[in-house]
């Protein structure tokens, strides 16, 4: 006969890791399932946390439950460490979980990131957790989930190609600018998160494991270690990331990544890393520092 | 010197919040129990929004965030989510609320009789400006009836049923259990019904009134009439392990049931409720229940439309991101721009050389 004392545990203010057991393991098999169909949205529930949803909430269960003692906690925003929403969540994920808190992509075992990924190659001991706001790829051209779900289910992407078609005719170029549909193992199309296009290429035979997940939308996927994420193309069009890889960053010095550009007050504008964590150990190991740079997927410029 | 940036964006969250917090003061478990004592119309809300009962707990929401519906809301869901769920409360029973308001609009009169209940429908709204000239606003005492109105009563479906002009659908005997839970499971489309109601109870209050609003306005096409509307108290039923089934305490529930005008062969009644006092959301969810077989689709009165854009913690928080930064996204569709620009530079050119000459 169930007790009463088998139905309630001890009183904690918070469980390990925030989520409660039964949200990780929601979670856990909804993942496992996500890797096992790499670019399959999974419906998941989606809990409430105490951030506001489209702040990284989806990214944030994915990492609370992934997170251990030992881990190593990197998170950034639009490649910077320091962006206010970041420093926030970084810092819930340690304290919630004692993991340790770093700004270095190659001391970092778990990820979190909003709109990029890391200039410096990761590892297949890594795994890289993406925020995603809008998982579905075909919204643009299917208002409807349930519908999108049948579509998805057909492998029917021909809308799909057709918007990039368009864009081509309209304009002489295509403008899909970042979360640039990619087919993920030659099955589902995924929207990649914001990303920019520099950055697609960066998931395609990689190391690391990437979780995607949107929290408002209640979808998470996957691209699992040595998947092939191709961007939609056309064979006499190529994919064509930003034209970034002449400028050169004004703080470092570094040139071949992905800038952001800081207008000027003469009316002209400077460049500098987008990713924040590169460029303070740039700036440390022109300091004079020993601080390792790991290699990078980008060298001058080309992937 | 490296890591200085990193520790500035702590201190510029610290003090933003500290600003914030500046203007509530200090908050004690005293202004707590005032601000639940004063607003329970608003803590009936915030419950409902939050599908949580726990009228302490809202008023302490309510106060920490200094009457931000929707930071409140959030407060409570994300208390709400980390709570274990115990049990699974026995279906409520409509013969066995206990009433405090109860009306139909769609009769003169129905079994059980009309009950006003605490209303201020038929009161004048004119602001009692001499309050604050230190006037003070007692109310007067409630006068008791000669004949108290009966605690329990029936619903006016049940006797619609028995005269055959509402559908008796055949009861689905579902182990408790077995009922689809939002709060743990994604909301998928076409939503179980379970998902729907429990969808609707716990929207956004103004949101399910703009769209119903939309739909009475005559973008929808079946009109709503009040067949019935309840503000009760309703036993929370819990069977203990042993078998017995006791009641753990009390909640205040809002029910509405909505019938369309547009019958012919039955009439179609569309149902919303909520936890707490909540009257505005109960009839315009109602309305929507009730479209939402006959919307078209795309339109805003489809299931999928109205419970995706009426979740208040979703549609808010969405809302709000857009203030975080998207540099990247921005130049990255800047980078397309420029280039788009350059290629419609170069063919105009190219346009003008090819133009025959006059």
Not at chain 1, 251 to 256: H, K, M, T, Y
Not at chain 2, 82 to 86: N, W
Not at chain 2, 299 to 302: G, N
Not at chain 2, 322 to 326: R, W
């Given at each position: 006969m169930t007790t009463l004392r088998q139905l309630t545990r001890p009183w904690?203010?918070?469980?390990y890791g925030f989520l409660d057991s039964s949200a990780k393991r929601e979670l856990r098999r909804k993942l496992l399932k996500a890797i096992a169909i790499p670019g399959c949205q999974i419906p998941y529930a989606s809990r409430e946390v105490p951030m506001a949803r489209g702040w990284g909430t989806g990214g944030l269960q994915v990492t609370l439950t992934l997170l251990k003692p030992s881990s190593v906690v990197k998170v950034i925003d639009q490649g910077a460490d320091e962006g206010v929403n970041a420093v926030s969540i970084r810092h819930f994920l340690a304290k919630v979980s004692g993991a340790r808190e770093t700004i270095d992509t190659c001391e970092a075992t778990i990820i979190q990131s909003r709109h990029r990924v890391p200039e410096e190659v990761m590892r297949n001991d890594q795994i890289l957790v993406l925020q995603v706001p809008?998982?579905?790829?075909l919204r643009p051209v299917e208002h409807h989930i349930s519908a999108a779900r049948q579509m998805h289910a057909d492998a029917d992407y021909a809308r799909l190609w057709l918007i990039l078609y368009e864009q081509m005719v309209r304009?002489?170029?295509?403008?899909?600018?970042?979360e640039y549909p990619s087919l993920v193992n030659g099955r589902y199309v995924m929207s990649?998160?914001?990303?920019?296009?520099?950055?697609?290429?960066?998931?395609?035979?990689?190391h690391h494991l990437t979780l995607l997940s949107a929290g408002r939308e209640k979808r998470l996927y996957a691209v699992p270690p040595f998947t092939r994420v191709e961007p939609l193309a056309f064979c006499d069009v190529p994919y064509r990331v930003e034209d970034h890889a002449h400028l050169t960053c004004s703080?470092?010095?570094?040139?071949?990544y992905f800038m952001n550009e800081v207008p000027q007050d003469d009316g002209g504008s400077l460049f500098e890393l987008s990713d924040s964590g590169l460029c303070q150990k740039a700036l440390r190991r022109a300091a004079g520092e020993d601080v390792p740079i790991g290699p990078t997927w980008y060298r001058n410029g080309v992937m | 010197m490296a890591y200085v940036a990193a520790r500035g964006g702590e201190r510029a969250i610290e003090q933003s919040q500290r600003l914030y917090r500046e203007r509530l003061g200090t908050i004690d478990a005293a202004r707590v129990d005032e601000i639940g004592r004063a607003l329970p119309w608003l803590v009936d809300r915030i419950m409902g929004e939050a599908s949580l009962y726990a009228p302490e707990l809202a008023a302490l929401a309510l106060t920490q965030s200094g009457g931000d519906l929707y930071e409140a809301v959030l407060l409570l869901r994300a208390w709400r989510t980390?709570?274990?769920?115990?049990a699974v409360a026995e279906p409520l029973i409509q013969d066995k609320l206990f009433i405090h308001r109860r009306i139909s609009?769609?009769?003169?009169?129905i079994p059980g009789g009309q009950i006003l209940g605490?209303?201020?429908?038929?009161?004048?709204?004119?602001?009692?400006?001499d309050i604050l000239e230190g006037a003070a606003f007692d109310p007067e005492p409630v006068e008791r009836s000669a004949e108290p109105a009966p605690p329990h009563q029936p619903s006016l479906a049940s006797w619609q049923k028995a005269q055959g002009l509402v559908v008796d659908f055949a009861r689905e005997d579902i182990p408790k259990d077995d009922i689809p839970d939002l709060t743990r499971e994604p909301l998928l489309f076409p939503a179980s019904r379970a998902h729907r109601l429990q969808s609707l109870a716990r929207a956004d209050t103004g949101g399910v009134m703009a769209l119903g609003y939309a739909v009475m306005r005559g973008y929808g096409p079946a009109h709503p009439t009040v067949n019935e509307l309840r503000l009760g108290e309703a036993d929370v039923e819990i069977a203990h392990p042993r078998g017995t089934v006791f009641s753990a305490g009390r909640v205040r529930v809002s029910q509405a049931e909505v019938a369309s005008?547009?019958?012919?062969?039955n009439i179609d009644l569309g149902f919303c409720a909520t936890l707490g006092w909540n009257e505005v959301k109960i009839i315009a969810g109602g309305t929507l229940d009730l479209n939402a077989q006959h919307a078209t689709k795309g339109?805003?009165?489809?299931e999928e439309f109205f419970l995706s854009h009426t979740e208040p913690v979703e549609g808010s928080g969405f809302c709000l991101h857009?203030?975080?930064?998207?540099y990247v996204t921005f130049q990255s569709m800047l980078d397309a721009m420029r280039d788009a620009r350059r290629k419609q530079a170069a063919k105009a050119s190219k346009a003008v050389v090819k133009e025959p000459a006059e």
């Open positions: 904690r203010p918070m469980s809008e998982p579905e790829p304009t002489g170029r295509i403008m899909q600018a970042t990649p998160s914001p990303i920019p296009r520099w950055d697609v290429p960066k998931l395609h035979m990689a703080r470092s010095g570094l040139n071949g | 980390t709570q274990p769920r115990l609009a769609a009769f003169k009169d605490p209303t201020l429908d038929y009161s004048h709204r004119i602001l009692r400006t005008k547009a019958a012919i062969e339109s805003p009165f489809e857009f203030k975080l930064p998207h």
